[in-house]
């Protein structure tokens, strides 16, 4: 089985990081894996994912704490904090939490740094299955510019991919479904994109035994990679850590034209998390709901899912209103995120920016965007579609159908705002 078809659509589900930053405990995990389970589920979210620092007993908020002592095992890889995750002790891993979620009818993740544990460096602790030790293997000035809990491995020392297998074949024997790997992608601290290291993590998954989504962060992914990234990963991050600040958002725009032609079955430029409902629960910035209006959560919605990205909530899940939800169930939005193709930029003028894409029945998706600051009309000509004869639209988070369309469609877009629509051929 090829990597890529471990992801045929873009992958949709849960992660731990905007709203836990750093410090997520187990019953946090479980209690949103159930209600992805109860509310999420037939609309095809399936990933619980936990994020950084799931080995550190300390971790307060979404700042690392420098040089601090991890949980490691015999063979200098990381494993879960049990005072953070009960239920990994006496060396059960992850595999009990991954057990539950996959009982829900989901599936699990993890996210870890590129490298080695420079813990297990200094402390000079074997690597499984060889004569070699960490120390042997680290790359000491490779390192992460802003978290200190890691070297780079050295991709041609001898035990590099051992310890690189070792890792995912324990992470095959937690059950793990998804990894997100930090520091790899973009690494513009320290030396650019690290591809021997990509490299190795390939091979490593390969080996394992077990279909692994892999996911690459941070961003911005070098688009002169894009081939590198389609051989080796599943999704990759296309922009730095997003938030729920406008002028992100706005910038998403140049991004996904970047990336256009890019997103293809097992291949997802990743737009990264959607900062929703409720976030930052335990961060440094005060807890509190998504910043972005009513009109730019519908804006980021529309751009994420017509251009194909994946899907990533990064509320808390228990704390949904029902406008949250209402995003994230639409079917005939998600339907089209799961079975559309083509996506492209067909006009940008100034605040007024036209994207399409082709549906598999034949159907075209349109999403008009008003980026300025008053309400504008937008409009696209039905020639500019490869519609000539005509057809009728329905916008669909409103689900309003319209009257037969001749010439072009146009709608009047509030400030920062978006309307979607599905043309058909009468």
Known sequence: MRHHDYAPTPPMGWNSWDCYGATVKEEEV???ADYMAAHLKEHGWEYVVVDIQWYEPGAVSDLYRPFVRLETDGYSR???AVNRFPSAKDGRGFKPLSDYVHGLGLKFGIHIMRGIPRQAVHDNTPIKGTNVTARDIAHTHSFCGWNTDMY???????????????????????????????????????????????????KAIDRAGRPMVLSLSPGPAPVKHADFFETHANLWRITDDFWDRWPLLLDMFDRCEQWEGRPKPGCWPDCDMLPL??????????????NFTR?????????????RSPLMFGGEMRDNDEWTLSLLTNRDVLHMHRYSFGARLVSRIGNKVVWTAE?????????????????????VSLADLGMNDGGSAKELWTGVAT??????????????????FKLTVD
């Open 277 to 290: 409902g409720r976030i930052c629960v335990r961060h440094s910035q005060p807890d509190h709901r998504t």
């Open 78 to 80: 990381l494993v879960p």
């Open 403 to 420: 009257g037969l369309l001749r010439d072009e469609l146009s709608r009047a877009i509030p400030p920062h705002g978006t309307a979607l």
């Open 30 to 32: 479980r209690g949103n």
């Open 359 to 379: 549906g598999p029945d034949g159907e075209r998706y349109v999403a008009l965007f008003n980026t300025g600051e008053e309400t504008d009309d937008v409009s």
């Open 295 to 307: 009109d730019e959560q519908l804006t980021m919605m529309t751009l994420w899912t017509i251009f």
């Open 152 to 202: 780079g491995v050295d991709a041609s020392k001898p035990g590099a991919q051992e310890f690189y297998d070792s890792l995912f074949e324990l992470y095959a024997e937690w059950g793990v479904d998804y990894i997100k790997v930090d520091d790899i992608a973009d690494s513009w601290l320290h030396g650019g994109t690290h591809l021997a290291e990509i490299e190795l993590i390939r």
